[in-house]
């Protein structure tokens, strides 16, 4: 595709509820990456995929968020019994390497855990 | 650990006005700066600078690093009400975590008529 893409836009789920999030990255890239925007804050890492080696989890919050990437492409980001505390724009991106700096961006899903 | 500190966090101009944008950052064995414009949700990519005092340009957005001083510039000269957005600074490193960027908090500009 042209671009990132990310689905939903927007979800808003209940506390407790399990949320899946979506991110197809640019064609051909093999470097993918999961930020998290808390209002008021900068960007915050994830996790990172890269190919067929083992992703880097350093960044998951706790042990209710997992990420997955199939075939070397879509990615889910899954957050289980959401806590108030996950409400954030979480945001994808992807880049054609590790060793190529530019990462381009998707237009995020905005969580709201009521 | 590495660490972008951008300043100010927010600033409102004019139409027509120049501004700077500051970022300053500490980080182990440097690799690259970024800068990123986020007007809604995706944050847009706009310079990548590598080297000390070799200007990056494009239209009225230019910046500048100084890898000496640890920091980096964004200027928007005769800034329009399009330019208002989040401006976001990111640092690499070659390191092990050579691949995921640091962020700073970033700087929000409103630029009004």
């Known amino acids: 595709g042209a671009g990132v893409s990310q689905s939903p836009s927007n979800k808003v789920t209940e506390k407790g509820k399990d949320v899946e999030l979506r991110c197809d990255p640019i064609?051909?890239?093999?470097?993918l990456y999961w930020y998290r925007q808390s209002l008021g804050q900068g960007l915050e890492f994830l996790i990172y995929?890269?190919?067929?080696?083992?992703?880097?989890k350093s960044g998951l919050p706790s042990d209710r968020f997992s990420a997955e990437r199939t075939g070397g492409s879509v990615s889910t980001l899954t957050i289980q019994r959401t806590q108030q505390e996950d409400s954030a724009v979480y945001l994808c991106?992807?880049?054609?390497?590790?060793?190529?700096?530019?990462?381009?961006f998707g237009p995020g899903t905005r969580l709201t855990v009521l | 650990e590495d660490k972008v500190v951008q300043s100010p966090l927010s600033l409102v101009v004019h139409e027509g006005d120049t501004v700077t944008l500051n970022c300053s950052y500490e980080?182990?064995?440097?690799?690259?700066l970024l800068w990123y414009k986020q007007e809604k949700k995706a944050p847009t990519f706009l310079f990548m600078l590598?080297?000390?005092?070799i200007e990056k340009k494009s239209g009225r957005l230019s910046s500048i690093l100084d890898k000496k001083e640890l920091f980096s510039i964004l200027n928007i000269t005769a800034t329009q009400t399009g330019d208002s957005a989040i401006y976001l600074c990111?640092?690499?490193?070659?390191?092990?975590?050579?691949?995921?960027?640091?962020f700073g908090k970033g700087t929000l500009l409103t630029v009004n008529p």
């Open positions: 991106a992807s880049s054609a390497g590790t060793l190529v700096d530019t990462q381009y």
């Open positions: 064609s051909g890239h093999t470097a």
């Open positions: 995929f890269q190919g067929n080696s083992a992703p880097d």
């Open positions: 980080v182990t064995n440097f690799r690259s």
């Open positions: 590598t080297s000390s005092g």
């Open positions: 990111a640092v690499k490193n070659s390191g092990g975590s050579n691949y995921k960027l640091t």
